[in-house]
């Protein structure tokens, strides 16, 4: 079984570290974060990636320590601190609060000392003890339960890598410093003596001890009399380097357990540093039930449905089984009236919704707001429930204020505008392992309710906020008179769908499969052997070795055999052209011949496409799923794939499409 770990953080060295890595960054209102930010992430690195049972920091304190006592010059060189990061100390203390990670200070003694002290006391509860700083002083503590983990350089230094490094073992690191000395501390070690010298010293005889013992041994007249003249200073230089492990700690293990951070103090922390990437990244536990959310059954809404009556309008989120809008069914659904007020209402039938539900989402005198509301219609449409008066989605809103970023989920557009950091689906079920496990649409409602009453509520928030930003922009007009009113003929069009030929996609199927093979054995004649044609690197092999073709460009892997290289490569010879057709037969029916078949809903017959609002930065549309925009129409072989595409008896195709109208509107505007 392998030994529970116990990090200890350096965190004086950390901060000083942390600030000059990261040299400009503050908050809104100019306070400096630049050294919280850069230890934070030092902390989160530390968890995330090595996961410690046991996990404690260290501080320095103010004021002297025995070594001040020892050499009253000693550290006397060292700057003050600079004023931009003492004022980041008491934010750097509140988010090592903030995460539940015990602090150790000590009068008199410096934070080495407090490590060292822990470090053995960890080695000897039989703990793996990693001491996290990028100091050299600490690899004197290192043995076989104690190693040094240096963030920066992400390198682990055991007995080891000290053998390696200075072919002395980690206790002597300690006499070599004192030998060398340290300029940063001011300890002044013996004038002349490097750190090779110094190695070199403390390889041949041990420790400095026994080096003043044998000067008669240093054959250097000049290093001899120079170690015999300042012995003592010697020895003073080894004592204020040497760390100690015997501070006055009470040491009990479980005061130093890992813990999930407070989140209450962690999440307001952030945002007052305004640290948003570091808030995105944390994984929040699920959600509690606030004090206005609540779980009804739907024949326990009636008073909240008569409230929402009242009100005229509701924030509405769904829990679907599917992203897939043709394939999804409900399982539950929040109202959110108010803000602050919100209730989930479990959906045990995924078929018929409970009629007080349907009436409220049909009512055209009821104003509904929503995030992605044409899945919402599309899922609803299906059960032939008519979703009126959906006048407001945010997701479209934010695409319009920011139409660059692809990213328009719920939790993003809320952390944005609204400063809120919402717990995602999978934290809602309870973590990455158990999600895994345990789908949330697979949860009890009492885990459900929190996770959407919390996205409702967040929707009215921003549904109250985004309009006056739309208006700042000028883009009310079209967020109301085409963004808007396209929802549900979008949701239509997909909902219908389109008939695909299924039984000609076969047969074109056969036929490639009778083209290709033909076209490999072609292939394999040209290259004179049989090989691998979808490996590039046995292609290079062929074409740069066997035909002794010139190479066009390397990559890092080798020669390059892409679509440009085989284009240029093609007038010389008859194999590079041919590689080029067999891609591309295959590309079409890996993409289109065989793919589009398996996309046709079992129900409906029928393929149905997803057309997305918020992809382009253009403003068009783009479709997935399969993506209709590239049914490939040049060539014999693309036209008969069009083919496929039929209309219903009695019915036929239109197809239009504007020709280069981004230009047009350029030139039009110039």
Request: hydrophobic letters at 40%.
């Amino acid at each position: 079984m392998a030994k529970q770990t116990f990090y200890i953080i350096d965190g004086s060295s950390y901060v000083y570290r942390a600030y000059f890595a990261i040299r400009e960054l503050s908050t809104s209102t100019g306070l400096p974060t630049n050294a919280v930010y850069g230890f934070t992430q030092m902390l989160l690195k530390i968890i995330k990636d090595k996961k410690p049972d046991y996990l404690a920091i260290a501080f320095d304190t103010k004021g002297p320590t025995f070594r001040h006592t020892a050499y009253q010059d000693y550290k006397v060189h060292r700057p003050e601190m600079p004023d931009p990061l003492a004022l980041q100390l008491p934010y750097i203390h509140r988010m090592v609060e903030a995460f539940r990670i015990p602090v150790i200070l000590g009068d008199g003694v410096e934070a080495d000392d407090l490590i060292g002290t822990l470090a053995r006391k960890g080695e000897a509860k039989g703990l793996k003890v990693v001491v996290v700083t990028g100091d050299k002083d600490m690899f004197q503590l290192i043995s076989p339960g104690i190693s040094v983990y240096d963030t920066m350089k992400e390198k682990t230094y055991t007995e080891k890598e000290i053998l390696e490094k200075f072919g002395t073992t980690p206790a002597q690191v300690v006499e070599i410093m004192g030998l060398m000395g340290d300029s940063v501390d001011n300890i002044p070690g013996v004038n002349g003596v490097g750190e090779k010298t110094a190695v070199q010293l403390i390889q041949q005889f041990g420790t400095i001890e026994n080096l003043l013992a044998n000067l008669d041994q240093v054959k250097k007249p000049k290093l001899r009399q120079t170690l015999e003249a300042e012995k003592e200073t010697a020895r003073l230089s080894r004592s204020l380097a040497l760390i100690e492990t015997d501070c006055p700690i009470d040491f009990d293990p479980e005061r130093f357990r890992m813990q999930s951070p407070d989140f209450e103090k962690l999440i307001p922390l952030c945002n007052e540093m305004e640290f948003s990437n570091i808030l995105k990244g944390l994984t929040l536990p699920p959600p509690t039930m606030a004090d206005g959310y609540r779980i009804l059954l739907p024949t326990e809404a009636g008073k909240e449905i008569d409230a929402i009556q009242k009100k005229a309008r509701v924030a509405v989120d769904m829990l679907l089984t599917s992203e897939e809008p043709m394939r999804a069914e409900w399982v539950g659904i929040a109202f959110c009236p108010e803000k602050g007020e919100a209730f989930y209402i479990p959906l045990e039938d995924r078929k018929q919704l409970p009629p007080e539900i349907k009436a409220v989402l049909e009512s055209a005198s009821i104003t509904k707001v929503g995030h992605d509301l044409k899945l919402a219609e599309i899922v609803l449409g299906r059960r032939g429930i008519v979703l009126r008066n959906a006048s407001f989605d945010t997701m479209i809103a934010s695409y319009l204020l920011n139409p660059g970023r692809r990213d328009h989920t719920l939790e993003t557009v809320a952390f944005e505008y609204l400063k809120e950091r919402l717990t995602t689906a999978t934290e809602a079920a309870g973590g990455d392992k158990e999600a895994k496990a345990h789908p949330l649409i697979e949860a009890q409602p009492s885990r459900i309710a929190p996770y959407l009453c919390q996205r409702a509520d967040a929707v009215l928030k921003l549904a109250d906020l985004l309009p006056s930003l739309l208006d700042g922009q000028g883009l009310t007009p079209l967020f109301n008179d085409l963004e808007m009113p396209l929802i549900p003929v979008l949701a239509e069009i997909e909902r219908n769908g389109v008939k695909i030929d299924a039984d000609l996609l076969s047969e074109i199927s056969k036929e490639l499969d009778t083209k290709l093979a033909e076209l490999t054995e072609r292939i394999y004649r040209l290259a004179g052997e049989e090989f691998n044609i979808g490996s590039p690197k046995q292609l290079a092999e062929i074409l740069f070795v066997k035909l002794g073709l010139p190479p066009i460009r390397k990559t890092k892997t080798g020669y390059s055999t892409d679509e440009e290289v085989l284009t240029q490569l093609a007038v010389r010879h008859e194999l590079p052209a041919e590689i080029l057709n067999s891609r591309q037969l295959m590309k079409l029916k890996s993409t289109y011949v065989d793919a589009l078949p398996k996309l046709i809903h079992p129900e409906t017959g029928r393929v149905h496409t997803q057309l997305n609002q918020t992809i382009a930065a253009t403003g068009r549309l783009s479709s997935k799923d399969p993506n209709l925009q590239n049914i490939p129409i040049k060539g014999e072989l693309g036209r008969r794939i069009r083919q496929a595409f039929i209309a219903e008896p009695g019915y036929q195709l239109l197809s239009a499409d504007y020709n280069q109208i981004e230009l047009r509107l350029l030139a039009h505007m110039s």
